[in-house]
C-alpha cells in the first residue's frame, strides 16, 4: 500500500531535523531560524507531521514547547538517523565570517564572566552570524551528556571529565579568595597583621561554593568543621548582595572577586591562616566536539590566562 505525503514527511531527513530542532528549542520560532525556513513553512511541516505521527507532537507549557510522551520516545531514533546521514557527508570547511548557526555553551556564573564575556565583540566582529546561549551547567554527568547529543557545543568547567570521547584543554588556574564588606572586622585584622586565620574566619557565616571533599583545597570546609555556620551556593554573584550588608563572608573564585572589589563596597582577603594558601587552584577545562568549537576556542578566543 503505498504511503500518503504525511507519512513521507514523517520520514524525510528535513522533518527529522525540524522535529529535533523544536525538541532542543522549545521554540518554533527559533529551530525554523536555527534551520533557516520561514516560520510559517515550519508550521505548515510541523502540522503534516503531527498529522502523518497521529499525535500532538508538542505541547505549550510556560516554558515553551515540550515534547509529548510519543516524541520523547521518537527523539533519539531520529537524532540517531541524522547522526548517520551527517556522518556520510564530506564535512563542510568552517569559515566563521560566513557561518550562521546557534552555539550552545554551558557552564555557570563564574564562566560566563570570565570566559563568555570578554571575547563576545571578537565574535561579534569575526563571526557575527554566530548566536552564542549560555546555558547553566547543571551537572558533569549532564555536560557529557548534552555535548554526546549535539545539544552543546563548548562546555566550560571546573575539574576533568577524563573521558575518552571528549577533548577538553586547560583555559587557566582560578584560585578562590574570601571576600567581606568594606568595614568588616576581618578587614581590619587583616590590614593591621597582612593575614586572618581559619578560627577568625569560622566566627561569621559563610557562603561557601560546595560541602563536596576532595578535588582541591577547600579551606572553607576546616572552617565548616570549627561550626560556622555554611550556606553552599555556587551562584557566586548572588551572595554579594547579603556580604555587602552583613558580617557574612564568601568564598569566591578571584575573576569574580576582582569585579566585586572594583566597586568599592568590598574587601578581597588573599590568604587564609599561616603559610596557608586560600585554595591550590581550579583548572578550568573545555569540552568541544564541532568545528564551531575548535574556531571559538582558536586564536586565542577562550585562552585568557587567570592567576
Not at 504525511?6 to 522533518?15: D, G, N, Q, R, V
Not at 547522526?83 to 554551558?106: E, N, Q, Y
Not at 583545597?217 to 555556587?234: E, F, H, K, Q, T
Not at 603559610?275 to 583548572?283: E, Q
Amino acid at each position: 500500500m503505498a504511503k500518503n505525503s504525511a507519512e513521507k514527511a514523517l520520514e524525510s531527513i528535513p522533518s527529522m531535523r525540524l522535529l529535533v530542532a523544536v525538541c532542543r528549542k522549545k521554540s518554533l520560532t527559533e529551530a525554523a531560524k536555527g534551520l533557516g525556513m520561514s516560520l510559517s513553512a515550519a508550521s505548515h511541516q510541523l502540522s503534516v507531521l503531527k498529522d502523518a505521527a497521529g499525535d500532538p507532537l508538542f505541547l505549550r507549557t510556560d516554558k515553551g514547547l515540550a515534547p509529548t510522551s510519543a516524541m520523547k520516545e521518537l527523539l533519539p531514533k531520529l537524532e540517531s538517523i541524522i547522526d548517520a546521514v551527517d556522518s556520510l557527508r564530506k564535512p563542510a570547511v568552517f569559515d566563521p565570517a560566513t557561518a550562521k548557526r546557534d552555539i550552545r555553551i554551558l557552564t555557570y556564573d563564574m564562566g560566563y564572566l570570565a570566559f563568555v564575556l570578554p571575547v563576545v565583540p571578537r565574535l561579534q566582529t569575526e563571526s557575527p552570524g554566530l548566536r552564542i546561549n549560555v546555558d547553566f551547567l547543571e551537572s558533569r554527568e549532564f555536560a557529557l551528556n548534552e555535548l554526546r547529543l549535539g545539544k552543546a557545543d563548548l562546555c566550560i568547567n571546573p575539574g576533568l571529565l577524563n573521558q575518552s570521547d571528549v577533548v577538553s584543554q586547560p583555559l587557566g588556574k582560578v584560585e578562590y579568595r574570601l571576600m567581606v564588606r568594606q568595614g568588616h572586622p576581618l578587614e581590619a585584622i587583616y590590614q593591621a597583621e597582612g593575614r586572618v586565620t581559619l578560627e577568625e574566619i569560622a566566627r561569621f557565616p559563610q557562603f561557601i561554593p560546595s560541602t563536596r571533599q576532595g578535588g582541591y583545597n577547600r579551606p572553607w570546609l576546616d572552617v565548616m568543621a570549627m561550626g560556622a555556620p555554611v550556606i553552599a551556593c555556587n551562584y557566586f554573584n548572588v551572595p554579594p548582595f547579603v556580604v555587602k550588608r552583613t558580617d557574612a563572608v564568601e568564598w569566591i573564585p578571584s575573576p569574580l572577586a576582582a569585579e566585586w572589589e572594583g566597586t568599592g563596597l568590598f574587601t578581597v582577603i588573599p590568604l587564609a591562616g599561616e603559610n596557608r594558601p586560600l585554595s591550590d587552584g581550579i583548572k578550568m577545562k573545555r569540552f568541544c566536539y564541532t568545528e564551531t568549537s575548535r574556531f571559538l576556542r582558536s586564536g586565542g578566543h577562550f585562552g585568557t590566562t587567570i592567576d
